[in-house]
């Protein structure tokens, strides 16, 4: 488990950052996009079976709220999208 956090964290979030730093996501991206990232966490077995065992918001949390530490897409690209427009207006 704590091998796919690691990936999770290192390759899952990375590579849509630049589209997302870049561009608002639509929704059926995100949601596809968390719908890989719990599908990797989850499954086990041959047959690939899911169990959740909590919330993907319980998840999302940071390390010393009692969550995982990963991030949300949908948060994560509005925090990117915020963080270009600032830079934009303060140079």
Same mark, same amino acid.
Do not use: H
């Given at each position: 488990m704590a091998g796919r956090i690691f990936l999770? $964290?290192? *390759? &899952? !979030? !990375? *590579? %849509?950052l630049f589209y997302l730093y870049f561009f608002k996501a639509p929704a059926s991206v995100c949601s596809s996009i968390i719908s890989i990232?719990? $599908? &990797? *966490? @989850?499954? @086990?077995? $041959?047959?690939?079976? !899911?169990? %959740? @065992?909590?919330? @993907?918001e319980k998840v999302c949390k940071p390390l010393e709220e009692g969550g995982l530490g990963i991030k949300d897409i949908r948060k994560f690209n509005c925090t990117l999208l915020a963080k270009w427009k600032w830079r934009l207006m303060s140079d």
């Amino acid at each position: 488990m704590a091998g796919r956090i690691f990936l999770l $964290k290192s *390759i &899952f !979030t !990375t *590579i %849509p950052l630049f589209y997302l730093y870049f561009f608002k996501a639509p929704a059926s991206v995100c949601s596809s996009i968390i719908s890989i990232q719990r $599908k &990797f *966490i @989850w499954a @086990w077995g $041959k047959d690939n079976r !899911t169990i %959740p @065992w909590v919330s @993907w918001e319980k998840v999302c949390k940071p390390l010393e709220e009692g969550g995982l530490g990963i991030k949300d897409i949908r948060k994560f690209n509005c925090t990117l999208l915020a963080k270009w427009k600032w830079r934009l207006m303060s140079d």
